[in-house]
C-alpha cells in the first residue's frame, strides 16, 4: 500500500498486517466521523473491529490553502501515528499497560515514534542492516 492508493479512494483504501492481524484503513471525512469531528482527531484506531480511522484533510477548511504536498505529509505522519498504536495494542504492550497514561498508550511515544520512523529506515537503509 502506498499514498497514492489512499487517496484514490477516500472511504476504504487498503488493508496492512500489523504482527498477524488485518487492520482496514478508511479515510473519512469529519463531518462523517463523529470521533473525529467530536474529538478534532487527525484518525484513530478501533481495536476491537482492527480499523485505522484518518482524517480526509481535503473536508477541513484548515487545508483548503494548504499546498498538497503539506496536506500530504500531515496525513502520511497521522497514518504512521495510527499503525503504531495498532503495533503496541497487538504486540500486547497495551494490555501490560496498567492505565491509559502508561508509556504504550502514550500519545507522545506514540507521535514521536511516527515521526522519527523515516529517520530510523533511512539509517538503516544506509548502513544496510534492514
Do not use: C
Amino acid at each position: 500500500m502506498n499514498y497514492e492508493d489512499i487517496e484514490r479512494n477516500k472511504k476504504m483504501v487498503d488493508s496492512v498486517n500489523i504482527l498477524g492481524t488485518e487492520y482496514k484503513i478508511y479515510i473519512k471525512k469529519m463531518q462523517d466521523d463523529t470521533k473525529l469531528s467530536e474529538n478534532g482527531w487527525g484518525g484513530y484506531v478501533k481495536v476491537n473491529t482492527k480499523s485505522i480511522i484518518i482524517a480526509d484533510l481535503d473536508s477541513l477548511a484548515e487545508y483548503l490553502d494548504v499546498e498538497k504536498n503539506e496536506a500530504k505529509n500531515v496525513q502520511k505522519v497521522t497514518i504512521r501515528h495510527e499503525v503504531i498504536h495498532a503495533y503496541l495494542y497487538e504486540s500486547g504492550l497495551w494490555s501490560n499497560s496498567s492505565s491509559p497514561n502508561h508509556w504504550a498508550i502514550d500519545e507522545e511515544i506514540t507521535d514521536w515514534i511516527a515521526i522519527q520512523s523515516p529517520r530510523f529506515i533511512r539509517t538503516f537503509t544506509e548502513l544496510e542492516i534492514l
